[in-house]
Nanobody, 124 residues
C-alpha cells in the first residue's frame, strides 16, 4: 500500500511539468488527494487538493491559480498536478498524500498516507 510521486526534474523558468501520484494497493478514487511542497528552510505547504471521486471538488492555493491544475484519472489510479509557467520560487520537493476524510481542504495534517517526494527545480 503506497503512493508514488514522480515527474519532477530540472526545468527552465516558463516551462511546464506534470507530476503524477500513483497509488498501489488501494483505490485512490475513494480518497481525497493532495499535493504539497517543501522548499529548503520552509515548512511544508498545501498546493492543491482534490476530494474523492463522489465529489471531485478541488482546492488550489490562491497564489497558484491559473498556473497549477489538479486532476485525477481513476482508470490509472493516479492524480496529477499540471504546473505551467514555472518560476524559480516553485522550486521544492513535491509530495502527494491521501486522506480518507471528506472534502478538498489542504492542511497537511489532514493527510495520513504520504508518498515520497519528487524534486522540482526551476532554474535558468
Amino acid at each position: 500500500v503506497q503512493l508514488q510521486a514522480s515527474g519532477g526534474g530540472l526545468v527552465q523558468p516558463g516551462s511546464s511539468l506534470r507530476l503524477s501520484c500513483a497509488a498501489s494497493g488501494f483505490t485512490l478514487d475513494y480518497y481525497a488527494v493532495g499535493w504539497f511542497r517543501q522548499a529548503p528552510g520552509k515548512e511544508r505547504e498545501g498546493v492543491s487538493c482534490i476530494s474523492s471521486s463522489d465529489d471531485d471538488s478541488t482546492y488550489i492555493v490562491d497564489s497558484l491559480k491559473g498556473r497549477f491544475t489538479i486532476s485525477r484519472d481513476n482508470a490509472k489510479n493516479t492524480v496529477y498536478l499540471l504546473m505551467n509557467s514555472l518560476k524559480p520560487e516553485d522550486t521544492a520537493v513535491y509530495y502527494c498524500a491521501a486522506s480518507s476524510t471528506y472534502g478538498s481542504s489542504c492542511p497537511p495534517t489532514r493527510y495520513g498516507r504520504w508518498g515520497q517526494g519528487t524534486l522540482v527545480t526551476v532554474s535558468s
